[in-house]
């Protein structure tokens, strides 16, 4: 069976090739036109070859240009453009420990840019481990924040605080100038806003802590409002108020807001006005004890000023004729006695 398909498939073959012997040979054409055809077909082919290298290189060109222009895309996509909305709400005064600043793009978590101290609505700045941060708020007033804390920055004035604790003070100690606009910090347990005050804010896991050192916070829920006065410590858990305490405006629970506090500015400032502000900082009164300990303080010019406020005002009472008793709600101030 097999060697009868090998032979009907070799008879084709063998007749093909009887027909190619019995045909004669054709005539050669002349050599002038067996140039001139040769050199016909060698442009044909040149100019085939030439489109067809063109359409190649269109098409690698074509290829390399939808690669960059979408490269181009991509780049510009993660680009880290700050919001259209954004405005500044805050500047960095002072710095201790780790900081990190981060801007949301989109819900895009990246690293912002702060060499200028500039701090934008939609930015969020965390606090490492014993670190804190002060910063200058709008036009006026002072927010610390204590270590382990992270806040974001809304538009308007609203400060989101997702963990940690935070401290307002109305009035910027370290310039003089009020806040002329009020503060809202918002929480998950509900909003705190303020009335010319001093308070802290702090947000645990399942409670929410306000202290009120000056004035007076409200405190606002979806399902209840408080208010808490001067000296007052309230606690809230999700069902509501669940304890109001009392807190002397010199508890060492404010001590790490003392400590990075913004130092105050020195240029044309007497020293009765950095006792004051050390009082602020401290929560202690100022009683000025005994004739022209008073006058004293008005008439002294103020240096510079680097330190946390109770270490400073025993460095920069050296140098004067007042002396000062730290007390534990009081700072007493009085004219050093003259010695024999």
Do not use: C
Not at 91 to 106: L, P
Not at 111 to 116: E, H, K, L, V
Not at 160 to 169: E, M
Not at 309 to 323: E, G, N, S
Request: net charge negative.
């Amino acid at each position: 069976m097999n060697n009868l398909t090998d032979q009907q498939s070799r008879e084709p073959e063998d007749a093909l090739q009887e027909l190619f012997r019995m045909a004669s040979r054709r005539p050669e054409p002349p050599p002038d036109d067996a140039a001139s055809i040769r050199a016909a077909v060698h442009a044909d082919w040149q100019q085939i070859t030439r489109r067809s290298r063109r359409k190649r290189n269109l098409i690698g060109f074509a290829t390399a240009a939808s690669v960059l222009f979408a490269a181009v895309i991509m780049l510009d996509a993660w680009r880290p453009v700050p919001p259209h909305s954004a405005e500044l709400v805050a500047r960095i005064e002072r710095q201790v420990g780790e900081v990190r600043i981060y801007q949301f793009i989109d819900d895009l978590k990246t690293s912002a840019a702060t060499g200028s101290g500039d701090l934008l609505s939609g930015y969020a700045v965390s606090t490492g481990n014993d670190s804190a941060l002060a910063l200058s708020w709008r036009n006026g007033g002072s927010i610390r924040l204590d270590e382990k804390t992270t806040v974001k920055f809304s538009t308007g004035n609203t400060l989101i605080l997702d963990a940690g604790r935070v401290y307002f003070d109305s009035q910027n100690s370290g310039t003089g100038i009020a806040s002329k606009s009020r503060l809202v910090v918002e929480t998950k347990f509900g909003d705190v806003e303020h009335l010319g005050t001093q308070y802290m804010v702090e947000q645990g896991p399942k409670e929410l802590l306000v202290s009120v050192r000056e004035g007076m916070v409200q405190i606002l829920a979806d399902t209840y409002s408080e208010k808490a006065l001067a000296g007052e410590k309230v606690q809230f858990s999700d069902d509501g108020l669940s304890s109001r305490t009392t807190i002397n405006p010199s508890d060492s629970e404010w001590d790490w807001a003392a400590k990075i506090a913004p130092h105050i500015d020195a240029e044309k400032r007497s020293i009765y006005d950095f006792i004051e502000w050390v009082g602020r900082e401290t929560g202690r009164s100022i009683q000025y004890v005994g004739p022209g300990a008073r006058n004293l303080a008005n008439e002294a010019i103020l240096g510079s000023v680097d330190k946390e406020p109770l270490v400073a005002l025993q460095l920069h009472l050296i140098t004067t004729d007042l002396a000062a008793d730290v007390r534990p709600d009081t700072i007493v101030i009085s004219v050093k006695p003259v010695d024999d």
